[in-house]
């Protein structure tokens, strides 16, 4: 009892001791956290409760020459992670991914693939949800803190895929895209063209984000709006596009059953007033981001769904490039609009027996009268005469075998061979037999559908080989600015003589004794050229016959003008696999008479299918002959 009485004292002051440790401790803890990282849980502590989130811009929109809505913008709802307020993801992604019935794993990748943007910005996770799954979401709003569900602005385009290729579509930005200088202060998340117009134009099209700063509580709902910049929409494009003309030829392509590619111009200055390929897709997919599933059936269809063919495809011209041939002879002076050739069904040259369509040959033709039958016999000679140089000089000057310059993206040329150009491309010298195919659009020369629309044009307007574009005016929110015509690639002032030869031979071709009679519209000078190109030789397609029949129908094309005199519309309609030139032909005739319906205010034409073929032009291969493009 002594001894505890001593040590009482000691322990008071022992015990003293660690009171005033412990306080000096939490007085250091004080001062550290309150005035040492004072800046940093002030931070957090605000954004705790605040939120900054970006406000998409809605694209701009496009319009038609008439001022008709071709695309536009709708509302959809998005669901989206903030990885910042994020306090456990994986728990996080546990309860979405029932609420969505998205996989887990699925929106893991799409979390993984926006790890390098800002933590503060959403990821979409979903866009475009359905009311299914923002009602399971909202239900969740206690769990699920660090998601968010706003309305944004959506890509809408027209409910039948009209214009498909020519508009292209959206689709968020990639990391690759992000490197370019066109991408330059886009951030990642962005919604961008990824083909069409959308691509060209989409530095016109993607407008400017805002933002907003918003106060939430704390199972982040919105309480208060601290703060707002408004979007700015992207500006608004007026096309050289005419929505009925475009429509008329997509029916037309329908109605009878093919797929191609169409390209409509004003020949006075170069404006596409259409411009089709088929098969499409719904670009709508796209602005909702398409799935993987659909994205690689749309890659692996054999139809090729994807492929711009007005722009990306590339086919033997057929008949069509007789009239190239023609001009070349004219302008070159080989020959006049009387020279006149002996066929008796085909001709010898070179050693080589090549054969005209029609086997009992057409007898004494000029040249108003071989456009009109499109004699074969009379092209080779004027082939043969004008010589592989000089024919790819006057191609090259007409927009063949070269890009058009059009305004849209993946644009490729065609092939206009020449003696150099063989040269260089296999080391061998060119032989003249081979301009003998050459000369009735078989063998090396190949064409876009748009190059031989803008052959077309040019010849119907004189010799001015106008580059084909898509803008008329453009309006950034002061009212509609017209956007210039770009220049001409090539102006050749043909003798008007000549022009009227060509245009006199074209016009025979359709209201004559020519296959084009099928584009015939009474009371309206349509002039035109039919072609059929061979897609497989005469040997292959025997060895091939009853394994794949599509393939093996030769491709149609129809070139056209009109009127004649003072050409106003010209184009070109290319009918893949249709098997005869004739065949195209009325799809060019419901355009042209769409486009004078709408010129004198008349009700727009209806198409109906047409009748079969009372004639078949071509003739059954002869034994050992050459030859070919039956129209």
Known sequence: MIDDRRSLPLRIRVLSYLVAAVFVVLGVCFWYFQVVQHARFLEMAENNHQRTLPLRAPRGMMFDRDGRVLVEN?????????PEHSRDLSRTLAVLSPALGVPEAALGETIARHARQPRYRPINLVTDASMAQLAAVLARRFELPDVIVEQVPTRQYPDDALGAHLFGYVGEVSDQQLTRVEFEGVSSG???GQSGIEQTYNQWLLGEDGARRVVVNSVGREIEVLGEVPPREGRRVELTIDADLQRAAEEGFKTLGYNGAAVVLDPRNGE????VSLPAYDPNRFATGIDRTSWTALNTDRLRPLQNRAIQGRYSPGSTFKIVVAAAALEEGVATPDYKVNCPGGGVFYGRFFKCHLARGHGLVDMRTALEKSCNTYFYTLGNLVGIDRLHKWATA??????TGVDLPHEIEGIMPSTAWKRQRTGERWYPGETISVAI??????????????MMATIANGGTRHVPHLVRAIDDGD???PVPSPPPAEVHDMAPEHVRALHEGLWLAVNGAGTGGRARVPGRDVAGKTGT???ISIQGRQSAAGRTERDLRDHGWFVFFAPHD???IAGVVFAEHSDHGYLAAPIARHVIETFYAKKEGRPLPQLTPPAPPAVVASAPPAGGAVGGGGD
């Open 74 to 82: 709708r509302y959809a709802f998005t669901i989206s992670l903030v």
């Open 190 to 192: 962005t919604i961008v």
């Open 272 to 275: 596409v007033l259409s411009l």
């Open 398 to 403: 007409f927009g063949l075998g070269v890009r």
């Open 441 to 454: 659009g078989q063998g090396q020369v190949s064409v876009t559908p748009i190059s031989l629309a803008v």
């Open 479 to 481: 009212g509609w600015t």
């Open 533 to 535: 190109a061979q897609v």
């Open 566 to 568: 003072e050409p106003e």
